[in-house]
């Protein structure tokens, strides 16, 4: 496609529930990033992956969030055990050598 | 660990006349610096970036940033700001990840 693609658009989960959030990065590109943004906030970093290889996982809050991306292209982020904190939305990004990050537009995860 | 500041939450600014939202930065070796803003329920779309070179960047919409190392500033202008700036926007610095700022709030009034 065109541009980066996240599914679901908006999400509402019971709590305790679990979710999975999808990312379909710009073909060909190479790395791949989960961001998540609380209202009024800027992006948090959560994870990064260079093609299938997670090289960074160090913004992950908790050991509920996982995320993987098992042949180098789309990835999903997992959520167990939703908690209300989790309430955010969480976008994903991709890019190429140059490092300009193209993203998607996002999914409002809602724990109620 | 490398950090961005946005010192302001918002910047308001008549239209026509020029802007300024800052950013300063913290990061080891050379920084690679960005630009990002984001319109209500959209994603973020990327304005300009200094790798390397001249220290004035030129980028989408008429933006321009200036990068400063003994500063370690970043801040974005423009000439003549238009309503449809208003929005949010983000500086960003790589250094092992992109790293954001927490945003200013841009309003521009008629």
């Known amino acids: 496609g065109a541009g980066v693609s996240q599914s679901p658009r908006y999400k509402v989960a019971k709590r305790g529930q679990d979710v999975a959030l999808r990312c379909d990065p710009i073909?060909?590109?190479?790395?791949l990033f989960w961001y998540q943004q609380a209202l009024g906030q800027g992006p948090e970093f959560l994870t990064y992956?260079?093609?299938?290889?997670?090289?960074?996982k160090s913004g992950l809050p908790s050991d509920r969030f996982f995320a993987e991306r098992p042949e180098g292209s789309v990835s999903t982020l997992k959520i167990q055990r939703t908690q209300q904190e989790d309430s955010a939305v969480y976008l994903c990004?991709?890019?190429?050598?140059?490092?300009?990050?193209?993203f998607g537009q996002g999914t409002r995860l809602t724990v109620v | 660990a490398q950090s961005v500041a946005q010192p302001e939450d918002q910047v308001n600014v008549a239209e026509g006349n020029p802007l300024t939202v800052k950013c300063t930065y913290s990061?080891?070796?050379?920084?690679?610096l960005f630009w990002y803003v984001q319109y209500p329920n959209r994603g973020l779309q990327f304005l300009l970036k200094?790798?390397?070179?001249?220290?004035l960047v030129k980028g989408s919409y008429g933006f321009e940033a200036e990068f400063n190392k003994s500063q370690t500033s970043f801040h974005l202008k423009k000439p003549s700001a238009l309503v449809s700036d208003s929005a949010l926007y983000f500086c960003?610095?790589?250094?092992?990840?992109?790293?954001f700022g927490k945003g200013t709030m841009l309003l521009v009034s008629p």
């Open positions: 990004a991709s890019s190429l050598e140059d490092r300009r990050a193209f």
């Open positions: 073909s060909g590109h190479v790395s």
């Open positions: 992956f260079q093609n299938e290889a997670q090289l960074d």
């Open positions: 990061v080891s070796g050379n920084p690679y």
């Open positions: 200094y790798i390397t070179g001249d220290n």
């Open positions: 960003a610095v790589i250094g092992r990840t992109l790293t």
